[in-house]
């Protein structure tokens, strides 16, 4: 089963790369996401903003955690030391609020083709979260989203379609 069996189209909200932070935020808040692809006036994906990341440019290390810092993610890290910072945290997160997506988006970004196996894009999201792009690979559009409610949608399907047909040993008598 391919990944296009299991993206999101008709629901895609995207952002443009000049489009302010602060603007990318009602936009999750008018849609109820935590995410948008950033594309350009062709369609083509450029990066993902997502709040996780946001929350990561603000709040001081090691606190932002990166990708490569799994490793700390048990700690129980908090914000104990930070009290009476809250002017200085709201300094910050006002300063990005003006700042262009194309100047905090996340250029890297695991991708995947219509066509990629839906195992493969399930691996990817559990290694690097959701949503995953779906990226027209001959052009660089961006042709949908593979969200984790869309993925359990498809699975649930799969099951569902097993359920209804006849184990292989009634089918040959």
Sequence with gaps: MPCSDAMITNELITAAPDMR???ALELFQKHRIRSV?????NGKFL???NFHH?????LPAPLGLQKEDRRMRGLNLNLDHLT???????????????RKLETVMVRDVETVDPDTP?????RLMANNGSPLPVVDEKTGNLV????????IRTILQIKADIKRR?????ISR
């Design 21 to 23: 932070v602060e603007d």
């Design 37 to 41: 692809p950033i594309v350009d006036a």
């Design 47 to 49: 990066g993902i903003f």
């Design 54 to 58: 946001l929350l990561n440019s603000i």
């Design 84 to 98: 009476g910072q809250t002017e200085w945290l709201a300094s910050r997160l006002q300063s990005l609020m003006e």
């Design 118 to 122: 839906l195992r493969e894009g399930v």
């Design 144 to 151: 949908g989203l593979i969200s984790s409610q869309s993925a």
């Design 166 to 170: 006849k184990p292989v040993d009634e």
